[in-house]
């Protein structure tokens, strides 16, 4: 009896010892290729374009001896209509291994969940608004979704800017022939569904005291890390993703890399006092130069600390201070608590200082102005005698 094999980066077809064929992506061009033997030798020949629906046809044809190694001839030079898995695979071949960890992640369950809600053979340019609304709909009651539970808008929202960019990407690539991937994206313009009153607390100076005098119980690595986020206003992920060789202890600066910018903007920014105090206890600590992390995993000194073990090191803080957990005060509540107090300062140097591409962004997300700020802007306002 025959059998079928498929995985995502080859697809097999046919017995083994009379009719095998597999076909594969070449890993230098991407364009696949088929394998077959012929009289005890191993043959390969280019199909000549990347497109995975059609060359499991290839496999599927010739292995049952429909057509033979000249298959990527003349009489096949119409391509396969594209299908929502076709261009699925092509994007996370392409460009999701272009992004972080975190991302690529994203990418993979979000492929997963579209795939399944929409079909495979689905294609793209026959989406509409009936989709889209009705995919708010069951994502939201948790009908859909890896994790079977209702969620809110902004989740959705993401969702939703996923399949989007992958839309949009394919309005712009070309296939081997030149043509466009899909002529336009059938879901352009509409809008995605946002969340009202997001939670987006700011670490107070008085929470941030409490936490840095347990800092040093949690770890070395922590107290550094939740410095260093105070005083440079950057995500932890790029905090902790630092090497030595990004610390200029000489002039006084850091270097953020674009890879652990979710903005993907390099830029070079001062160190303050505290700052460069924390970083000589982790030299201390933890000597190095070059590639080496400043914060390494406790485990694997050549990593750097996870985002989970962040995460871990930031509640076990939170107890240590016999703080109430809040949600939304996490690590990135430092980020807001930074763009708040340097209210005063340009928009273009706060930006700079940051590392926000978009001045929009801080008005709208990280500036929160406080009682005490209001008041001062009040009292030193002219005064007319009445």
Known sequence: ??????????????????????????????????????????????????????????????AAGFVGPEIGGKADAKPEPLTLETLFDI????????????VRHRDRIGTRMFLDFLGRDRRPETLSQRDWDRFIRERRAGRVGPSGKPVGNRTIELDLKFLLAVLN??????????????DSNPLRGLKTPKEKNPTRVVLSEEEYQ???????????RFHVAFVLAHETGHRI????????????????????RAEHEKTGYEHVTPMTDQ??????????????????????????PSASISRRRAGTWWRKAERLARLEHKRGRGWHSLRRK??????????KVLCELGGWKE??????????ADSGQLRKALDSRPRVRV
Not at 359 to 367: D, I, K, P, S
Request: glycine share 8%; with cysteine.
């Open 210 to 220: 409490a936490m840095l005098g347990v800092s040093r119980r949690v770890d070395w």
């Open 1 to 62: 009896m025959a059998r079928t094999k498929r995985s995502r980066r080859s697809y097999g077809a046919g017995e083994w010892g009379r009719n095998r064929v597999r076909v594969f992506p070449d890993p230098k061009t991407g364009l696949f290729q088929i394998e077959w033997r012929e009289n005890g030798r191993r043959l390969t020949r280019s199909l000549g374009h990347r497109d995975w629906a059609r060359a499991k046809r290839h496999a599927d044809e010739f």
């Open 338 to 347: 930074f763009a708040s107090d340097l209210m005063d300062l340009p928009l």
């Open 359 to 368: 001045a929009q962004t801080v008005l709208r997300c990280y500036q929160q």
């Open 237 to 256: 992920g790029a905090i902790r993703n630092l090497r030595w060789g990004d610390i200029d202890f000489e002039g006084r600066e850091v270097r953020w």
């Open 91 to 102: 994007y996370g071949e392409e460009v999701t291994p272009t992004k972080t960890e975190r």
């Open 275 to 300: 700052a460069v105090a924390v970083l000589e206890e982790a030299r201390d600590a933890n000597p190095g130069n070059g590639e080496t992390p400043v914060l390494p995993e406790p485990r694997d």
């Open 169 to 182: 990407w394919a309005t712009k690539s070309r296939d081997e022939e030149g043509r466009l991937l899909l």
